[in-house]
């Protein structure tokens, strides 16, 4: 089996801000930013995988922070973990002011990202060579995320979901049932 280095399909990303980039409150737009990161998720996997490589999901993207058209996005992108055929690639977006160079940090998400041969098929990807304290982190963090989102999926099926175990914490909330 083949391994390989974080470093060696680390990708950063840096793209001025225009005008055209923002929404009506003059914001870089968030789907614009969703679509840059999406662009150097599949940069970094398919340099990891030497395929191309497809977004199978996101996870969590948080808005922290305002970005204003002037300013320089740096994306970072690299791969946090490994599976068989599918990699999590982390990604950090920052924004920078170019007059002050304050810098501020945007968001952070992850993408699960799968390789596929010429066919279209998935495909086995290399692992990683973790070579840090921070590298086992990572891809300690990204089992544990896994394992959530199964114990998420697994409680909240149709087929085995019991209506009255939730009712009275939905009631605390801004709804009104009508059953």
């Not at 996101?58 to 808005?63: A, G, L, Q, R």
């Not at 041969?117 to 840090?132: M, R, T």
Request: some cysteine.
């Amino acid at each position: 089996m083949k391994f390989k280095h974080i470093k060696d399909s680390q990708i950063t990303m840096t793209q001025l801000m225009l005008p055209s980039h923002s929404n009506f409150r003059g914001n870089i737009h968030g789907g614009f930013i969703l679509n840059l990161m999406d662009q150097i998720a599949f940069a970094c996997a398919s340099k990891h995988s030497e395929h191309y490589s497809v977004t199978a999901s996101v996870n969590k993207v948080d808005f922290l922070n305002a970005i204003a058209v002037g300013e320089l996005v740096t994306l970072k992108a690299s791969i946090n973990y490994t599976g068989r055929t599918s990699m999590v690639v982390g990604l950090r977006v920052e924004s920078e002011d170019i007059h002050t160079g304050v810098i501020k940090h945007c968001n952070s998400s992850y993408f699960t990202m799968v390789a596929k041969d010429k066919a279209h098929n998935s495909i086995e990807v290399p692992g990683l060579i973790l070579d840090s304290p921070d590298s086992i982190r990572r891809f300690a963090r990204s089992i544990k995320r896994q394992k959530q989102a199964r114990k998420r999926s697994e409680n909240f099926n149709s087929v085995d979901f019991k209506i009255e175990e939730y009712l009275d914490e939905v009631r605390e909330h801004n709804v009104k049932i009508e059953l």
